[in-house]
């Protein structure tokens, strides 16, 4: 009979308008009824503007623009705009008038500067926007998906029509707007590759001819915005220099009672650059890291994951609390003895860094390092990772190598005594790959494991212990079964294989069935499970005293689901 397997699960310990507005010809103000007659409508949006705008003041602005369709000036009070269903969420309109037929933009840049500005963001990675009436009702949304740099999300016709990319037009017509066909060009190429180095140096960067190049140095993807490349830049060590990453409070619930890291992390310089040309034509970002002069990691693995700072640690970063768990934790009333009455234990799941899922899923860059050389540069998904270590200040992290990002599903190196993966966890718990090592000669799937040192942005983060994930690609390359032969259990709930539980279910029936007799029940388990995987399985956690582990959670099981046939290569 087809056997189950016991898989070691993860180890144990283990976020300019008008003020006055004049009535021109015979059009009526109203604060127009959207259920009578039709209403204000979103017509086009940019969630990653570089270089485009309708005068100097907004250049590089993202912004929402609402057209009027009807033949009346509406007034907007009341209305309002927002990235989140819920409507506590959302940002509400003050007295602002829209004329008939025509356009108004607004800018969501997450702070409040005049009467167009929106206290919210929306995420480069994509998201949906809601746009409500005075009545509090939805009258128009749209998801809007990842964009090129200065690229739109826009309506074919002006209130009407199919969404899809386009050339922007800010405060125009959208009627006959071109379709988001940018001639490419390549990304400025560095004079020193990513690596180590004994001492600093000038770093020169090149692009074609006839375009500008601009450059960051704290991981966010450059704008016209950012630093304009002239003569060189100075690269050295960057040690003594202010913390970041480790210098946040909120990276824990209870952050008042934080200590952060007093004394300087170590630092290597991250040059992020694009290239512009005349014709506002955009080069894909180049991303370069260099360890200058700090010896103990010439002879190690190193990774440097790059990616924009505000996605990491500001409002709405997966690395901390944000503002809806901050704005609750500030609000409890400190009680005579100095403390909390109400502790943070209550609400940690409002937290940013509580959220999974790929809505929390932000793209970066991973660069890898060994022995001070660069074997790895490339674009990949990045997640908070784990459960209730989520809440600790060094979080486990998720890689995800994707099409959308890479062009590949895979990571172009491999990992783990030579495999290719789709994924991998970055944990700072050394003990982990202790553990796994004591698994030696035991019927029991491990994951793999590497070390590397973890920067973030630039800056140490942890010393990292790499993990493989069990995925297809797992369970291929470790048993030679395809990933449609899989029945895959995680804490008994399907991840692979989800058509075919009703087999476990069959496995485990004779076991509730209380008019079998007890020995049949174990010459039952006998022909249905690896028993000495299980043994195996109970034998390593009870020598680690681990009691965060049950057949019901942090336990993974599979079974092949058809007669193993092995895979051609």
Partial sequence: MKKWKKILPTMIILGVGLTVLMILADPKITSLDSKKSPTVVLNEICSR??????????????????????????????????????????????????????????YPIGMLSDEYSLDFKISAKGEKIYLRNDQGEIVDEIYVPELEMDDAYAREKDGTGLWNVYEPSPGNSNNGMMLAERESLQAPSFSHKSGYYEKEFILEIS?????????????????????????????????????????????????????????????????????IGKENQISSVGTASYIVGQEKYKNCKVMSLIAEPEELYGEDGILV??????????????????????????????????????????????????????????????????????LQALKNLQLISRKSYSGNRLFEIPFFENNSRHSLYVSPIPEKAYCLELTEGRNLGVQGTDS????????????????????????????????????????????????????????????????????????????????????????????????DISTKKNCV?????????????
């Fill in 321 to 390: 609390t944000g503002i809806e768990y901050d704005e609750w934790y500030l609000s409890s009333e400190m009680s005579q003895n100095g403390t909390y009455e109400r502790g943070w234990t209550e609400n940690y799941e409002l937290t940013n860094f509580w959220k999974d899922g790929r809505n929390q899923e932000l793209v970066g860059v991973v660069q890898l390092f060994e022995n001070g050389v660069e074997i790895l540069n490339q674009k990949t998904g990045i997640r908070v990772q784990g459960n209730y270590t989520r």
């Fill in 452 to 547: 590397c040192a973890l920067f973030i942005n630039g800056e140490y983060w942890y010393q990292a212990t790499l993990l493989e994930k069990f995925d297809k690609e797992y369970f291929e390359e470790h048993y030679g079964i395809e990933a449609d032969n899989i029945l895959y259990l995680k804490d008994r709930e399907p991840v692979m294989g989800e058509e075919y539980y009703y087999l476990y279910d069959e496995m485990y029936s004779p076991l509730r069935d209380e008019t079998i007799d007890i020995s049949d029940k174990i010459l039952w388990l006998y022909d249905t499970i690896d028993v000495q995987s299980f043994i195996d399985w109970m034998c390593f956690n009870l020598y680690l005293c681990n009691n």
């Fill in 49 to 106: 503007n570089g270089t485009i705008g309708i005068d100097d003041e907004h250049i590089g602005m993202d912004y929402i623009e609402l057209y009027n369709p009807t033949k009346d000036i509406i007034c907007l009070s009341g209305w309002s705009l927002s990235d989140d269903a819920d409507t506590s969420n959302r940002h509400l309109l003050p007295e602002i008038y829209i004329y008939p037929e025509k356009t108004l933009l607004l």
């Fill in 557 to 569: 099981m599979w079974r092949s689901i058809r007669i193993l046939k092995p895979i051609r290569r």
């Fill in 207 to 275: 692009a074609e001819p006839g375009t500008d190049i601009y450059y960051t140095t704290d991981g966010s993807e450059p704008t016209t915005k950012s630093y304009l490349y002239k003569d060189g830049i100075i690269i050295k060590d960057k040690t003594n220099e202010k913390n970041v990453i480790n210098s946040i409070l909120n990276v824990v619930p209870d952050w008042k009672d934080y200590n952060v890291v007093r004394g300087n992390a170590d630092k290597l310089t991250v040059i992020r650059a694009i290239a």
